[in-house]
């Protein structure tokens, strides 16, 4: 699987009150404004989508059905709270439906990399070789306990947010990520770095 082009927690967190005036631009007509918003939460939208679909490809479609889905709702968005969390939100529901309406199995292509060209690094080896470990171990997880442990962990949201974008409360959240986390090093127990 490619790598994400761009590394978790960049260009996500922006300023709240940025976020609102991008917003109120939008809803004005600006359609640059939210192009902004799109750029910088993109990559964030394909992880969160990722999380709940496994397919990279499935998690671009998601991602973008999100945020269209965002843009056509985004006069519902409440300025005095923050963005990020609002639009996962969507984006989690888009992946959670597209999950949903799946009818034929999907399967995983090789990365093009290991199939022409000659013999690659060990380092990158090893870091591809523990990236498929970590998703395959991921997809043992619930899909609620994935997806907040991914939240929590890799995109750097707290529990109150999290509990907003997945719509429970927040103790569970808490709960979700420890259990997912001991379950995911029960899973990788065995894993040693060269």
Not at 41 to 54: C, D, M, P
């Amino acid at each position: 699987m490619p790598a994400d082009p761009q590394p978790p927690g960049t260009g996500a967190r922006i300023p709240d009150g940025d976020e609102a005036r991008l917003v109120a631009r939008t809803l004005a007509g600006d359609r640059a404004a939210f192009g902004t918003l799109v750029e910088r939460y993109a990559a964030q939208a394909r992880r969160v989508a990722r999380a709940v679909l496994g397919d990279p490809d499935d998690a671009d479609d998601a991602a973008q059905d999100g945020l269209l889905s965002a843009l056509v709702k985004l006069a519902q968005y409440d300025p005095r709270r923050p963005f990020g969390p609002w639009l996962m939100r969507i984006v989690a529901n888009a992946a959670t439906d597209r999950r949903r309406r799946r009818t034929v199995r999907w399967t995983e292509q090789l990365d093009p990399g290991l199939a022409g060209g000659g013999p690659r690094p060990d380092a990158d080896a090893e870091r591809a070789a523990l990236g498929e470990r970590l998703r395959a171990a991921l997809k043992q997880l619930t899909p609620r306990r994935r997806m907040a442990v991914v939240l929590f962990d890799v995109e750097g949201y707290a529990h109150g947010e999290i509990a907003e974008i997945l719509g429970i409360p927040e103790g569970t959240v808490r709960s979700e990520v420890f259990h997912a986390r001991r379950q995911l090093r029960a899973l990788l127990q065995d894993w040693k770095e060269a």
